[in-house]
């Protein structure tokens, strides 16, 4: 094991000219980035750029997503039936007809109904000044609550009491403004008390449903203006503001549903239309915001270059928190406003931090020669010993796997059309082999497998260098979880390596692929940056099992 050198100041300095640059000077922090350090060269410096950093109100552009037109849930209004009866006729006979309030929408014909107009009319006459006794007043009151909780109107008691006269059957008046979108009734019908008749649903304001995603929460909030355009009626924008975000999201789609609203005095918005809806974010608080380039992610962490001036930069250890939609990321740790970060050529600067991490070695006396390339074990597998057959089928495996990566390093494709075939065939034949020590390994690895042969069938037809090392990234990270379960076999010969390129797919945390231990061969890059990789770790190695009589 090698020893762990602690990360500590190294009192190194150097002096170096280059053509047509000044002298620069050289100050080195620790051991894994320098602490300060001059660009080489003028050159260098002029390929650069800057950002000052401020604080800024974060926002995200605009958020677009579709919508649903629905019914305003506050505004939906039931009319049931408070007796039982029959419905002798239907004022309102037909789905989608407007009503307002007090509109006439059925005749019912009740006996309570018309036991309580017969009662309302004695305590009426008994409440008259000719008659005795004081509780008729009493009696009229009662009487005529028990009319008005039939739903019958102050208006309609009024004209019974003018008339004098019970009627057979009480007109239902609406006691809502919409239109009806249920209706449970036909002239003829017999009604029970509680019986649903019509549903009426206010429309003059309706709700949009629409979904967005887990990273665009942080940019919406209740209140918020939204504007929504409908593709029948182009050129006219509706304007209206979110009432709610829904505390849970779909675990399958890993959206979150957002409530709008919008008036709608013409009637235009329907429900069940689709809509297009954008919403403008802005976050209250002012948050420091840095270009997203600005920030190297290697996986492990997060590192910014801050300009000093003169041409001296210093590294930054960073926390990011949200992305804006226009490049811009919030900066939660390790930078401030008012310096300068460096947000294009860091890759230049990285560079340089690594030869000058490479000169302090050899002003300590760290010699190349005692110096070896090792690689971090990645854990052992999960079988402690391979079966032959297993170990056969992984050694071809490796070896098409190892032939496209090589010829993708040499930037061609020349016999990788070969290679990925055999490749495919060795994947089908590897989850055809039976593991007596671990029965279910295909089964819990079968995403694995599948990504694995789908790329590699993928690559057989491939002709465009780029599509190609696409799909060998997809097959380095499946066939890496499977040799991590696996282990590579001990008869295999050679030590197999996982290595990192952070250049890869830079914005998703860059590219993995395998090789044998030895010289670095990008097949991403190529012959451009042949040797860019940031780690390496080997891959667990298994024997295979004793041969029967054999001593332990």
Not at 105 to 119: H, I, K, N, W
Not at 176 to 189: F, Q, S, T
Not at 222 to 227: C, K, L, P, R, S
Not at 516 to 521: I, K, M
């Amino acid at each position: 094991m090698p020893s762990q050198k602690p990360n500590r100041k190294i009192p190194a300095r150097a002096k170096a000219k280059t053509p047509g640059s000044s002298e620069l000077l050289l100050e080195i922090g620790t051991e894994e980035l320098p602490y300060q350090f001059v660009a080489p060269a003028l050159r260098a410096l002029q390929e650069m750029a800057a950002t000052l950093l401020k604080d800024l109100r974060l926002t995200y552009g605009s958020i677009r997503t579709v919508g649903t037109v629905a019914y305003d849930e506050t505004s939906v209004r039931d009319v049931n039936v408070k007796t039982a009866g029959w419905i002798e006729k239907l004022h309102v006979d037909y789905l989608g007809a407007r009503v307002e309030a007090g509109d006439p929408l059925f005749e019912l014909y009740s006996p309570q109904l018309y036991a309580a107009q017969e009662e309302y009319l004695l305590a009426w006459r008994g409440a008259q000044p000719a008659a005795s006794g004081a509780s008729g007043t009493d009696l009229l009151a009662a009487a005529r609550t028990r009319l008005e909780y039939f739903d019958i109107t102050d208006e309609q008691i009024e004209r019974l009491r003018q008339t004098g006269e019970p009627s057979k059957t009480m007109t239902i008046l609406s006691p809502h403004r919409g239109v009806v979108i249920a209706k449970h009734a036909n002239e003829g019908m017999k009604v029970d008390q509680g019986m649903q008749v019509y549903r009426i649903a206010d429309l003059s304001r309706v709700w949009v449903m629409v979904t967005l995603y887990e990273y665009q929460l942080p940019y919406v909030e209740a209140g918020q203006a939204a504007e929504m355009t409908l593709p029948y009626i182009p050129g006219q924008p509706f304007e209206g503001q979110v009432l709610y975000v829904y505390p849970y999201l779909d675990e399958k789609t890993r959206e979150v549903q957002v409530r709008l609203a919008f008036d709608n005095p013409a009637g235009l918005l329907k429900p069940g239309m689709f809509a297009n809806v954008e919403l403008h974010s802005t976050l209250a608080a002012a948050k420091t915001l840095a270009p997203r380039s600005a920030v190297i992610d290697t996986g492990r962490r997060q590192v910014a270059f801050v300009s000093l001036g003169d041409g001296r930069f210093e590294p930054r250890d960073v926390r990011m928190g949200v992305e804006t939609g226009e490049g811009m990321v919030e900066i939660i740790s390790g930078l401030k406003p008012g310096e300068m970060v460096v947000t294009s050529g860091q890759f230049l600067i990285d560079s340089e931090a690594r030869v000058r991490e490479a000169l302090a070695k050899m002003i300590r006396g760290d010699l190349a020669g005692d110096q070896t390339a090792t690689a971090e074990l990645a854990g052992p597998g999960k079988l402690e010993q391979m079966p032959e057959a297993l170990a056969t089928t992984l050694a071809d495996v490796l070896d098409d796997y190892f032939t496209i990566g090589d010829t993708l390093a040499g930037d061609t494709l020349e016999g990788a059309a070969a290679a990925a075939r055999g490749l495919a065939r060795g994947l089908e034949a590897l989850i055809a082999t039976d593991v007596p020590a671990a029965p279910h390994l295909w089964h819990e690895h079968q995403d694995a497998v599948a990504t694995a042969r789908s790329g590699a069938l993928r690559l057989i037809d491939l002709s465009d260098l780029a599509a190609a090392r696409l799909a060998y990234a997809d097959v380095s990270t499946a066939l890496r979880e499977l040799l991590l379960a696996t282990g590579v076999p001990a008869a295999y010969g050679r030590e197999v390596q996982t290595l990192h390129c952070p250049m890869y797919r830079e914005g998703q945390g860059g590219g993995i692929w395998l090789q044998p231990a030895g010289d670095v061969r990008n097949p991403y890059f190529g012959a451009l940056m042949l040797k860019c990789f940031d780690r390496r770790e080997a891959l667990p190695l298994v024997g295979a099992p004793p041969t029967e009589g054999a001593k332990p």
